[in-house]
């Protein structure tokens, strides 16, 4: 009996010992990939968060140079102005620039035809001979004007924020550039009305300024203004069929800046699949006549430096995130600013635009006849760089025609 008791005590013994050699790797192992994942984590959340902007005029920041307001939350805009001087001006108007520009890319104001004015002399001589000379060689006389000047328009661009050297506003919602547009009105002292262009991505923003400051708007331009797929109103046959035109990675993109803002900077900076095609600047976004019109872009080669100089999160992204975003509220369900015809708004559009479809800005202008819509045959998403083209563009909006 006690062989017996020994024996069982044994095993018993060299159980507990089998138990004991299994449990400690099996607790090392769950320590090892908590370890794991908790790192994980980490360095998942340090990928997508954006590295700090680079505030323009702060301690190894970019250079102030252009003539800034501050805004009442002490952020500064930065902005440029063009044409006749504003205590002159018959007509005051904001440019608002697009996607990954700037205040330099007033297209309205720089692009403005000259104007051929001759001066004729009005002496007289007895002699027929010199008379007719003398008035040949002076009419060789003539000064050029800018349309500006002679319709007497004065055009401030400025730089949205975090673009150029305007601060970042990383609380920016639909609404708040909108104010911001007010307040650099009045601090520029243009009075009680004024005019609004906005181009391409800046045309979303004249929506929220027909939405938020109706008031304060003489008239309003928007040229191949950017669309947000998810707007309330729009048939979802007729966005579907535009979104699907895409790119598959500008798909994904619009996608990701709607659904998931939040990690909108990871996605257009990973290395592993292809991101923005906008962002990339891709030539596949132009049109035939677009490809013919970049060389009337080449002086942005003096200026695009400075576009993204405070930093790709808070220009490019927080377009995106703005841009395709939910919205407070539809373009779609916006009144007539101008009841009385005292003003008036205009959309043009190309019909080979590649980067708006133009068959969502015919139903926008279908559902709102009082806005007054211009569709150009043939033209892409830049021709405001036609020859012409702005002065036309200006002339439409004073005139209300």
């Known amino acids: 009996m006690g062989v017996v008791n020994r024996r069982n005590s044994a095993a018993h013994t060299s159980n507990q010992n089998k ?40 301690l190894n920041g970019p250079t102030i140079t252009a003539p800034r307001i501050k805004l009442r939350d002490g952020r500064n805009l930065a902005y440029k102005e063009h044409g006749v001087p504003k205590d002159v001006a018959k007509h005051k108007i904001i440019f608002v620039h697009g996607f990954d520009a700037c205040r330099h890319d007033a297209y309205v104001a720089k692009t403005l035809s000259p104007v051929k004015k001759c001066l004729i002399s009005i002496a007289f001589t007895t002699f027929s001979a010199i008379y007719f000379w003398n008035l040949y060689y002076l009419n060789l006389w003539w000064i050029l004007q800018d349309v500006a000047e002679v319709l007497g328009v004065y055009i401030v661009s400025f730089d949205r924020p975090g673009y150029g050297e305007s601060d970042p506003h990383p609380n920016q919602t639909v609404k708040s ?64 069929e535009v979104f699907y035109q895409q790119k598959l990675q500008d798909q994904w993109t619009v996608r990701v800046a709607h659904y998931i803002p939040w990690l909108t900077y990871w996605w257009n900076t990973q290395k592993w699949f292809p991101s923005s095609s906008l962002i990339a600047d891709s030539i596949d976004l132009l049109s035939l006549q677009d490809r013919e019109l970049l060389p009337k872009r080449s002086d942005r080669k003096n200026h695009v430096a400075q576009v993204r100089q405070q930093g790709e999160h808070e220009t490019v992204h927080r377009d995106l995130i703005l841009a395709f975003g939910s919205w407070e509220f539809s373009p779609l369900d916006l009144e007539n600013p101008f009841p009385n015809n005292e003003g008036s708004v205009h959309i043009w559009q190309g019909d080979e635009d590649l980067i708006v479809p133009v068959k969502v800005q015919r139903y926008i202008a279908q559902k709102l006849p009082w806005i007054q819509y211009h569709e150009l045959q043939g033209a892409g998403h830049l021709f405001p760089h036609v020859d012409g083209m702005s002065d036309t563009i200006i002339k439409s909006l004073l005139s209300g025609k």
């Open 19 to 58: 138990t004991t050699s299994i449990q400690l790797p099996l607790g090392i192992f769950g320590t090892v990939l908590a370890v794991l994942f908790i790192g994980f984590v980490a360095w998942s959340y340090q990928t997508i968060q954006p590295p700090p902007p680079k505030i323009c005029g702060s």
């Open 177 to 240: 550039l909108a104010l911001d547009i007010e307040e650099l009105t009045d601090k520029l002292g243009l009075g009680s009305k004024f005019y609004i262009i906005g181009f391409s991505l800046g045309g979303q923003v004249v929506w929220r300024c027909l939405k938020y400051i109706p008031h304060r708007l003489a008239g309003a331009v928007l040229i191949a203004p950017v669309l947000n797929y998810w707007w309330a109103g729009l048939p979802a046959n007729l966005t579907n």
